[in-house]
């Protein structure tokens, strides 16, 4: 027993000493002058490379709002704070992919050693409630909403939250499903660092309830939590023989991230093809919620096992302009993508470099005669972003399927991604973001410019999907395929 006690009491003080040490890093206070030099690389980078900054303000409103946020700059704060003071900009901007990011060694801080709230989080129609607990054991019932958190309305909470967030416009899904998913750190982050949490709750019953647990760090979460359930892969195919329908999953359009799964998509896709015509499927479920990447390829590789008329992704391209930003010397080289812009690209009037009418990536694609002719149902959320977000689009300006779900995270009428220049700035070291590429998906968006692709049948998940570990937008989709057969 004594020598139990002070194993604990040694571990408790080598926790509490790296504890200090990491507490002065993430305090370090940087000078006016840093500020105000990192807020102008980053004002220099927007300006040169982003491809849309000014759509829903005028360079003459933004340059006030830079103004403003210079001259807030006056005292010496910490890269958190710096990050705070900017955020209006970003928030300006509109684009979800433009980013201001902690230094990369505070990321790796949040990742395996800072204390905070083991739980996750859906935030469902205005409201936090708790999804799983990472701490190997259950207190709170899964599905309860959430009320307070040491005091803390959970209203206000979601605010801040919301807050730290850059918009896709005016769609807000995008930025609840990224709550959603680093919610421990954007509290920690944004609401408070605390040791215990008294959690107020209204269970899915309706009583009411108070909890205490204690803060735990992400790797004390994975080493509680253990090894859980089945490691799903991101592209994966279900056949539903009651229905007679292929579920396809598709997590991801990132390439080199699928390949580290050992995923080939031209092999995996010529599988699911074959499946669709020798099993007697009618109907095809292509699920996209919560998927992202830039690989457009893909997507039009995707498209192929359904279209049955000609279609291509994009009615253009372009970029911000052809010259390599005065930023470029703190950023990740991208050699290529400046090399061909003059090969590729086309100058315009409004300062954009449009993509060649003639460029193979905005070519009419004809449809393979094998491609599946059944009934095809996509569902997307807010999560949908990027090439993922251009394939849902294309599947319903097409006519070609019915949208299910919510509203994608990325514009309806245009969207920023594509090659992104990441850059340090040199003083504070926060990481820049700035997607290089607006692209225009084809067809008529028919939604407000603002906003993500609508779908045609909303379903949003449930407290009571939470509460049973149920997929709700799945099982309301099957249900529907089984009556309509």
């Not at 229905?243 to 699911?272: C, M, Q, Y």
């Amino acid at each position: 027993m004594i020598d139990r006690l002070l194993t604990t009491l040694t571990a408790v003080t080598v926790v509490s000493l790296v504890g200090v040490g990491q507490t002065s890093t993430l305090d370090h206070r940087y000078y006016p002058e840093e500020l105000h030099e990192d807020l102008q690389v980053l004002r220099k980078t927007i300006e040169q490379s982003h491809p849309d900054p000014f759509r829903y303000h005028t360079k003459a409103e933004m340059d006030l709002l830079f103004q403003s946020v210079d001259t807030t700059l006056r005292d010496p704060m910490t890269a958190e704070a710096f990050i705070s003071k900017v955020m209006p900009v970003l928030r300006a901007i509109g684009d979800g992919n433009t980013t201001l990011a902690i230094p990369q060694a505070f990321a790796s801080l949040y990742a395996h050693s800072l204390p905070m709230i083991p739980i996750t989080v859906g935030v469902l129609d205005g409201k936090l409630y708790v999804d799983q607990e990472l701490k190997g054991f259950r207190s709170l019932p899964p599905g309860s909403e959430l009320l307070r958190i040491n005091g803390r309305q959970a209203s206000k909470i979601l605010g801040k939250l919301r807050a730290s967030q850059v918009p896709e416009g005016e769609d807000t899904t995008r930025m609840d499903r990224q709550i959603e998913a680093a919610f421990p750190e954007l509290y920690l982050r944004f609401v408070e660092s605390a040791d215990v949490f008294n959690i107020e709750y209204k269970a899915p019953d309706g009583t009411l309830g108070t909890k205490t647990i204690h803060s735990m760090t992400r790797d004390e979460m994975t080493q509680s939590m253990g090894q859980r359930g089945f490691n799903l892969r991101s592209w994966r195919m279900e056949e539903l023989g009651d229905v007679h329908t292929g579920w396809l999953t598709l997590g991801s359009l990132d390439r080199k991230a699928l390949e580290k799964e050992g995923i080939a998509p031209e092999k995996f896709l010529n599988s699911v093809r074959t499946a669709l015509r020798k099993d007697g499927l009618s109907t095809l479920v292509i699920d996209l919620r919560g998927a992202g990447g830039e690989d457009t390829g893909l997507a039009d590789q995707v498209f192929s096992l359904i279209a049955n008329s000609p279609y291509r992704l994009f009615k253009t391209m372009s970029v911000r302009s052809g010259n390599i930003p005065d930023s470029y010397k703190y950023a990740q080289p991208a050699p290529e993508f400046y090399a061909s812009l003059g090969v590729d690209f086309m100058p315009e009037l409004n300062g954009r470099m449009s993509l060649k009418t003639d460029d193979p990536r905005l070519r009419m694609i004809a449809p393979d005669k094998d491609a599946f002719k059944g009934t095809v149902y996509v569902l997307c959320d807010g999560g949908t972003i990027d090439a993922a977000a251009a394939l849902v689009m294309l599947a319903k300006r097409s006519h070609r399927a019915k949208l299910v779900g919510g509203e994608t995270g990325s514009n309806a009428t245009s969207y920023c991604g594509g090659q992104v220049l990441q850059l340090t700035l040199p003083r504070t070291n926060c990481v820049l973001k700035v997607p290089l590429v607006r692209f225009v998906p084809d067809g008529d968006p028919g939604t407000a410019t603002s906003r993500g692709e609508m779908p045609d049948h909303v379903v949003p998940q449930l407290p009571s999907g939470l509460a049973d570990g149920t997929d709700v937008v799945r099982n309301a989709l099957i249900q529907l395929i089984g009556e309509l057969q």
